[in-house]
């Protein structure tokens, strides 16, 4: 069965690399408060999360996508059976957008303002499978195993605090929207998962 999170991955490359290699492409892809309120151009909100800054960042975001949107689509595989591929899409495609949303509301007025990148929807897979399995470990640069429930309230934090930060030029909110999303549409798509959860974290045990 062909995996729905590769296609995914090879249409973002191959996007990225085209926006890479033409700046035309490149700035009509753009999330641009600006453009999409008040020109009314609403693609930007679905094309900035199939284009990247640098080869890095689209790395980073494929590489975790790799890992966490695979182990998603089985789950909801298991959970939907026929129909599951396009409630993943549907998933990955809302989770570009409403990650988007909130802070390019707030910002709809500077026309100086762009975001770009996948990470608002790659959070989202991140905390849906936090979700299904809170104390499966994720090893930071593949080494230091944290569970998943622990380095999501680090990274919530985080997002929330950094978001008041725009110094290092990063949308944080959209990770921090992104995230809550998916754990949101997890729940939504298996509520079972809801009494797991805490369950699981009320078991859980560091020795």
Not at 73 to 83: A, C, K, M, Y
Not at 94 to 109: R, T, V
Not at 143 to 169: A, E, M, R, T, V
């Amino acid at each position: 069965m062909t995996s729905i999170t590769f296609i995914i991955i090879g249409v973002t490359v191959a996007i990225s690399i085209w926006a890479f290699n033409n700046a035309q492409v490149f700035q009509k892809c753009l999330m641009n408060p600006f453009m999409v309120f008040n020109r009314r151009e609403y693609w930007r909100l679905i094309t900035s999360g199939f284009i990247h800054g640098n080869y890095i960042h689209l790395g980073f975001n494929m590489f975790t996508f790799y890992f966490f949107g695979r182990l998603v689509e089985i789950v909801f595989r298991q959970i939907i059976g026929s129909g599951s591929e396009v409630v993943f899409v549907l998933f990955y495609i809302s989770a570009i957008i409403l990650s988007d949303l909130p802070g390019a509301w707030k910002k709809k007025d500077i026309l100086q303002y762009n975001s770009l990148g996948a990470s608002g929807a790659v959070s989202a897979m991140v905390f849906a499978s936090i979700i299904y399995f809170p104390l499966e470990k994720i090893y930071l640069f593949g080494i230091i195993g944290i569970p998943g429930f622990i380095l999501g309230i680090l990274y919530l934090i985080y997002s929330y605090f950094q978001g008041k930060n725009l110094s290092d030029g990063v949308n944080h909110e959209a990770h921090l929207y992104g995230a809550i999303y998916g754990a949101i549409f997890a729940i939504a798509i298996f509520p079972q998962a809801a009494p797991r959860f805490v369950e699981q974290i009320l078991s859980y045990s560091p020795f």
